[in-house]
């Protein structure tokens, strides 16, 4: 939603569903980046629908794939992460996952659910920072890149997600910052880290702009090109396409 916070009411009626149908015992494993404390509500209406006496589990088992490496990702992830209730949901998750080599994290529902959001929250903000660093940096005549060089290198830091440029899009992290922020809300925390992270990256575009106008002068009736639409490179997906957005500002102003 645009507020942030998620339509859960197709879970719902999937949960409802598999109560209606549930006749012996089934591990419900939840896989999308869905708020805390979701598993607690799927849990709560398959209890309330189903036969009496039926044995459940409910599971959560977020994937953490990235968009053109999601096969590579899928076969080796970075980690796996169950959040489980009971000793019988973890063997069954474990025996599906034998075959990978990969660090798995035993943990509670709500911890696993939580693992998805923080996660892409904090990269976003990695992404947030080093555009705000790189305002800085122009104010006082410094090379950004070199300085996010020189932090990369502290393996506390990493250079991943750290290089400035027009700020995040893509269908993950406009999303999972906005939806994070709302859960915090929900929960009675007011996330302003979060808000920032938004604001930067909304930011970002529009110094871009600026830039782009002040070395055109008068952008109406000039051709202005620009390569690559995605929101990142490798992949198709053009969805919250920062790139797009700068467009449609260009024409705005009369570019062609």
Same mark, same amino acid.
């Given at each position: 939603?645009?507020d942030?916070t998620?339509?859960l009411s197709? #879970?719902?009626?999937v949960? @409802?569903?598999?109560?209606?149908?549930?006749?012996d015992?089934?591990?419900?494993v939840?896989?999308s980046t869905v708020?805390v404390?979701t598993?607690?509500r799927v /849990?709560n209406v398959i209890?309330?629908?189903a036969?009496? %006496?039926?044995?459940?589990? &409910?599971?959560s088992?977020?994937?953490?794939? @990235?968009e053109?490496t999601?096969?590579e990702?899928?076969?080796n992830?970075?980690r796996i992460?169950?959040g489980v209730?009971?000793?019988?949901?973890e063997k069954?998750?474990?025996d599906?996952? @034998?075959?990978? /080599?990969?660090?798995?994290?035993v943990?509670?529902?709500?911890?696993a659910?939580?693992?998805?959001h923080a =996660?892409?929250?904090f990269l976003? !903000?990695? #992404? =947030?920072?080093?555009?705000?660093?790189?305002a800085?940096c122009?104010k006082?005549?410094?090379?950004? %890149?070199?300085?996010? @060089?020189? !932090? $990369?290198m502290?393996?506390? #830091? %990493?250079?991943?997600?750290?290089r400035?440029g027009? %700020?995040? $899009?893509g =269908?993950?992290?406009?999303?999972d910052?906005?939806?994070?922020?709302?859960?915090?809300?929900?929960?009675?925390y007011d996330?302003?880290?979060l808000t920032?992270v938004?604001?930067?990256n909304?930011d970002?575009k529009?110094?871009?702009l600026? /830039? #782009?106008q002040e070395?055109?002068?008068? &952008?109406?009736g000039?051709?202005?090109g620009?390569?690559?639409l995605?929101?990142?490179p490798n992949?198709?997906?053009?969805r919250?396409?920062?790139a797009?957005?700068?467009?449609?500002?260009?024409?705005?102003?009369g570019?062609?």
């Open positions: 939603r645009s942030g998620a339509d197709y #879970i719902e009626q949960s @409802r569903d598999i109560a209606m149908n549930l006749k015992y089934r591990l419900v939840d896989k708020p404390l598993g607690e /849990k209890t309330r629908y036969r009496g %006496g039926v044995d459940f589990d &409910v599971a088992n977020p994937e953490f794939l @990235r053109g999601a096969v990702d899928t076969l992830p970075d992460v169950f209730e009971t000793r019988r949901a069954i998750l474990r599906l996952y @034998r075959n990978f /080599k990969a660090p798995i994290v943990t509670d529902i709500k911890s659910e939580l693992i998805k =996660s892409n929250s976003a !903000m990695k #992404i =947030s920072y080093a555009n705000a660093l790189s800085v122009e006082a005549g410094a090379d950004v %890149g070199e300085v996010v @060089r020189g !932090m $990369g502290d393996e506390r #830091i %990493g250079h991943q997600f750290l400035a027009i %700020g995040y $899009g =269908s993950c992290f406009p999303k910052v906005s939806a994070f922020e709302a859960i915090s809300r929900d929960l009675g996330f302003r880290l920032e938004r604001n930067i909304r970002a529009e110094w871009f600026r /830039k #782009i070395e055109l002068w008068i &952008v109406k000039k051709k202005v620009v390569f690559g995605s929101f990142k992949t198709d997906d053009c919250d396409s920062v797009i957005s700068l467009v449609e500002s260009l024409v705005e102003l570019a062609k």
